[in-house]
């Protein structure tokens, strides 16, 4: 069955474009031209996926990404002509996943969708993924132990799921793969984002701070997962 992916883009012409190509790539594709669009086609259409502009008029794709976080943990894509590092840091902290700036070629936004792709194929019915354990103990506090279930690709603290993003997940399945271990900001990019990103390294940090915030008992002090300075970050657990 064909992955549907929502573009959200007020431009005709780049709307038309990514629909044909990605049309061509096998997937099944909704558009909306605004934001308020989009949050409706999000309920209506349930895309799997969502590639977003920023600029989109009333409702910009910061305020888009926002509202759907509220509900859905689909894989966000923003594809903008706004090139600074702050747009991109922001974007990023409001939930999305990747972030590609105009102009861009229509090769690097089907690669990078690939790779989202991979990150969420689940595992085959009834086999967990390769190197998954039943449950990885990273805080074992006696009341609300933080549990992560790579099989089943969730984390709990306690009996309450943790909202992860999937980004968020990915960081922190690599940071458990080797406690103690020290990531750089590079390796994380290299193993996360699987194609690489062409960016700031710095979304590493924003990615590692809401994670923190729904993991940490105390995220202004965290105990989990702990910056080394110059070196970049390992997961310490409790």
């Known amino acids: 069955m064909s992955l549907r992916i929502l573009i959200v883009e007020d431009d005709d012409s780049i709307r038309t474009a990514l629909r044909w190509a990605l049309e061509d790539e096998g997937y099944d594709v909704a558009e909306a031209a605004s934001g308020e669009e989009a949050v409706r086609m999000v309920g209506i259409a349930a895309p799997d996926m969502m590639i977003v502009d920023l600029m989109l008029g009333s409702m910009d794709g ?48 089907t690669a990078r969708l690939r790779a989202l792709r991979r990150r969420t194929a689940p595992p085959p019915a009834g086999a967990p993924s390769a190197g998954a354990r039943p449950g990885v103990v990273l805080d074992s506090d006696p009341y609300e132990p933080l549990v992560l279930r790579e099989a089943s690709g969730t984390v709990h603290r306690g009996d309450r799921q ?3 993003t999937l980004t968020e997940y990915r960081v922190l399945c ?5 406690p103690g271990r020290v990531f750089s900001r590079q390796a994380l990019l290299e193993r996360v984002w699987e194609h690489g990103f062409f960016g700031d390294e710095r979304i590493v940090d924003v990615h590692v701070r809401r994670l923190r915030t729904k993991i940490e008992r105390d995220p202004s002090s965290p105990q989990l997962v702990v910056t080394v300075r110059g070196l970049g970050y390992r997961l310490d657990p409790q």
């Not at 689909?74 to 002509?81: D, F, N, Q, R």
């Not at 690599?174 to 080797?178: M, R, S, T, V």
């Open 62 to 109: 910061f305020a888009v990404i926002r509202e759907v976080r509220e509900g859905h943990d689909l894989p966000v894509v923003v594809v903008s002509a706004r090139a600074d590092t702050q747009d991109i840091v922001a974007a990023l902290e409001v939930g999305a996943d990747d972030y590609v700036t105009k102009p861009f070629q229509i090769k690097e936004i």
């Open 174 to 178: 690599e940071l458990a793969g080797a």
């Open 162 to 164: 943790v909202p992860l």
